[in-house]
């Protein structure tokens, strides 16, 4: 494909997200819940990517705001078939008791009679059965005053230590594999769902890795990560350093996306690094401009409640009202 037209779809896909009109919605879609990183901010949740395919509701990671997120596209949280942790740093379960908790009480969104399945790495089970005990006054008092169904607050954990198959229903297939994320940050793990000849990469948190690329091969849709910081904040401070040497910087991603060739590479969970007033943030333009580098297929920032269907091309347009 030549450059010129990968810009003109680029251009209609940009041209698209500023419509808030409901396109038909694909038996194979993914919408971002959150785009944000540990910072919290009103304009991108914590992250949280929701895979909606065959009629399963898989969502990848659990931010601050999921649940927020859901109720606002009007999904009643039960239908969450499975959650997905690709690791356990706060900002990607901090919503998780959340979901679990608020799920289960009687309004129209709640009313989950069935356990609450995870799928994670090792640890997985430690957390849930924490977070069982953490919230157990909350449990304790519920089931009798309101009525609610004991077995819609049980916790049901799939835990995994190796790259592979981790679920399977009705031609949906979900395979991890393990990311590289920082020596002292193990395990983590990103996602790749198939159905249908068709397929979507999550990263998850990552620096640059060759095994993301080769778990990527023929994806359809990456979602990746991305920091962005001022080369003076990246002087300043050894902090700073180091939360970079954690993540992928967008000439980085520009490799990524070149080699794997996807029809659409979508940036989430932006580490939009500053320290103001002194070093403020990088524009956001500058994502585009320094992944261009290395990459100049489709891409695009994702915003939370992006929504993007995979079919024989891949399409978005955004589902905030
Ligand atoms: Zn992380
Ligand atoms: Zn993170």
Known sequence: MSSISKFLILSALSAAFFS???????????????????????????????????????????????????????????????VFLTHFHSDHVNGLADLWMTGWIPPWFGRRSEPFEVWGPVG????????????????????PDELLPPEGIDTLAHEFDEDGVVFEKDGVVVTAFAVEHGELIKPSYGY????????????????????????????????????LVSDE????????????????????????????????????????????????????????TRTRVNYDGPLIVGEDLMTFIIDDSVTAYSRMP
């Open 20 to 82: 808030t009109s409901v396109v038909a919605q694909g038996d194979f879609q993914v919408t971002l819940l959150g785009t944000g990183d540990p910072i919290p901010r009103v304009d991108r949740f914590g992250p949280a990517t929701l895979v909606e395919v065959n009629n399963q509701k898989l969502l990848f990671d659990v931010g601050r705001g999921a649940t927020q997120r859901l109720v606002q596209l009007n999904i009643p949280l039960r239908d969450v078939d499975g």
């Open 124 to 143: 997985t089970k430690a957390m849930l059965d924490h977070m069982e005990i953490a919230f157990s006054e909350n449990t304790r008092v519920r089931i």
């Open 192 to 227: 790749r769902v198939d159905y249908d000849g068709r397929s979507v990469v999550i990263s998850g948190d990552t620096t640059f890795d060759e095994n993301l690329i080769a778990a990527a091969e023929g994806a359809d849709l990456v979602i990746h990560e991305v920091a």
């Open 233 to 288: 904040l990246l002087a300043s401070s050894e902090q700073i350093r180091r939360i970079v040497a954690h993540h992928t910087l967008p000439e980085e991603a520009g490799i990524v996306f070149d080699r794997i060739g996807p029809k659409l590479a979508v940036y989430t969970h932006l580490v939009l690094l500053s320290n103001p007033p002194e070093f403020p943030e990088a524009p956001l333009a500058s994502l585009l």
